[in-house]
């Protein structure tokens, strides 16, 4: 589908943007200029050799674990800011790993299946290690829990290349390392099987994102009246979301996917004010441009 390569445009170009210190990947080393300041949106990990910024959950956690400061407030800021505006949207079209899930999912091999048994349960793990790794250890213990013990992101981007490439890094390698990589290999075997299992279960920055898709300006609604119940939508939902049930689900991640196979026209996704007026719609637009081939 056109929409759909356009997409996939969209997250390898956002991916090689986040990662564009190019210097990094051929020597071995991390990006520390002005620009680690700030934060990406999506989970790109601070020691991936190619980033020019920080990663949202590794920010917090740093400053959770630095001794006299409690939380982030500019972090916390940042992804309000983003969650506030588009919700999810950054795991469907701007996030690294999610593109390496989607990849994954296309491979050839394995009988595809949507989601995990268990997946109703196991949608809410994400909350458990967004309070547990990201916020209550790091403040006990002072160590970014999640960075140390989970995220694939960071073993993929930036442990892989750096050791690849850096051998004075090598010597540093012990049973955390081991155990991480084997967590990534369970999850890039479970990624080829189902579709974005760590955005799903795992991920803490797809929860907090989430947790702002009922109230995001980036609004998405489902006009009832024009839906013929076909069920199209929810089959080609990468997030297993029940789309006429609860359009803005804390899961969706704003593919638009849903959207693209509605032949009734009756998914619409528009940034929307507080007081419901429509500021714009891509339903809207694709009308008002049929409108105007027609006059």
């Known amino acids: 589908m056109k929409g759909s390569r356009f997409r996939l445009f969209i ?10 210190y190019v210097k990094g990947f051929l020597k071995g080393n991390i990006y520390k200029g002005p620009l680690k300041r700030f934060c990406a949106p999506g989970l790109n990990c601070y020691s991936c050799p190619g980033a020019i910024a920080s990663c949202p959950i590794g920010a917090l956690q740093a400053v959770s674990g ?9 972090v916390l800021g940042f992804i309000v800011a983003v969650g506030a505006l588009s919700g999810r949207f950054v795991c469907g079209w701007l996030c690294p790993f999610g593109l390496a899930e989607r990849l994954l999912y296309k491979i050839p091999l394995m009988k595809k299946r949507k989601s995990l048994p268990g997946h109703r349960v196991l949608k809410w793990v994400k909350y458990v290690i967004l309070a547990l790794f990201v916020f209550l250890l790091p403040l006990l213990s002072g160590s970014p829990a999640f960075c140390e013990w989970i995220c694939p992101s960071g073993t993929l981007f930036g442990a892989i290349p750096l050791l ?9 390698i ?20 189902y579709s974005r299992p760590f955005c799903k279960y795992l991920c803490p920055l797809g929860a907090l994102y989430g947790l ?18 076909c069920g199209a939508c929810e089959k080609v939902c990468p997030m297993d979301v029940k789309v006429r049930e609860n ?3 804390m899961e969706c991640i704003r593919c638009m996917e849903c959207s693209k196979v509605c032949t009734a026209e009756a998914i619409r996704f528009s940034i929307e004010l507080r007081d419901g007026k429509c500021l714009n719609s891509h339903h809207d637009r694709h009308r008002d441009s049929k409108q105007r081939k027609t006059t």
């Open 174 to 193: 012990g049973s955390t390392f081991f155990f991480k990589l084997f967590l990534l290999a369970l999850i890039i075997v479970l990624s080829v099987k």
């Open 212 to 229: 702002f898709n009922p109230v995001s300006l980036y609004h998405f609604t489902v006009d009832m009246d024009k839906c013929t119940g």
């Open 164 to 172: 690849a490439v850096n051998e004075s890094l090598r010597s540093l």
């Open 247 to 249: 359009p803005d689900s």
């Open 66 to 74: 630095a001794r006299g400061f409690g939380v982030s407030l500019y």
């Open 11 to 20: 997250q390898a170009a956002a991916f090689a943007f986040q990662n564009g």
